[in-house]
């Protein structure tokens, strides 16, 4: 009796395996299928994904310049037309860069020797780097990401004047922000997208092998 149990206990337990073994192997049929549906669909989400990012991301960079242009401008044409240094910023404001969102400008000279500034770091008027200058000084407009100090970014726009250099920046505090918030959007839809699209690839793997379901 005890090895009768035992035979049955033993063919039980390979009937069993034969059944897991039948069902993997319908399973993998749709697994592949699925996987071969969905992989082209998350490279172009992916895809599309960075492309929106990093569109954006440099619409808002881009658009943090808007301000500093027209006042660097306006700046470089008044002391063009012979306008004092102290002329072309307002007067008794100063700008802590390290608290304010609000543009400052400086004034330069040829020899990249600060002439008028509003701005200032710490209590004092900020070394800005005078290679910036060499960049302007056949003509043009240089805009650039200016850090002079840990954690304080700002968006600079240089324009030369006849006798030196006009420097307008704003911090970009709220800009890096705004951009920090698409990213987080971007990829919260990219990893739900890509949920979306799986579970519909099962789906769609699944009822494309429904007669071999049923066969089995």
Known sequence: MAQRAAAERDASRALGIGHDTARLACVHP???????????????????????????????????????????????????AGALSDGVIPQGESIELADSLQPYVMVFDESGRLLASTALLNGQAPSFPP???????????????????????????IQPWRGGFVVVGRSLRLVEERVHGIFVLTGFVWLVTLGGTALAALVVGAVYDQPLLKLT
Not at 41 to 70: F, K, M
């Open 131 to 157: 290679s910036v200058f060499d960049q302007v000084r056949n003509g043009g407009q240089d805009r650039i990401t200016w850090q002079p100090a840990p954690g304080i970014r700002c968006a600079v726009v």
């Open 30 to 80: 749709i697994v592949v299928r699925a996987m071969t549906l969905w992989v082209p669909i998350a490279v172009a989400v992916t895809g599309l994904s960075v492309v929106v990012y990093g569109a954006v991301q440099q619409d808002l960079r881009q658009g943090g310049n808007d301000p500093q242009i027209q006042m660097a401008e306006d700046a470089a044409a008044r002391l063009n």
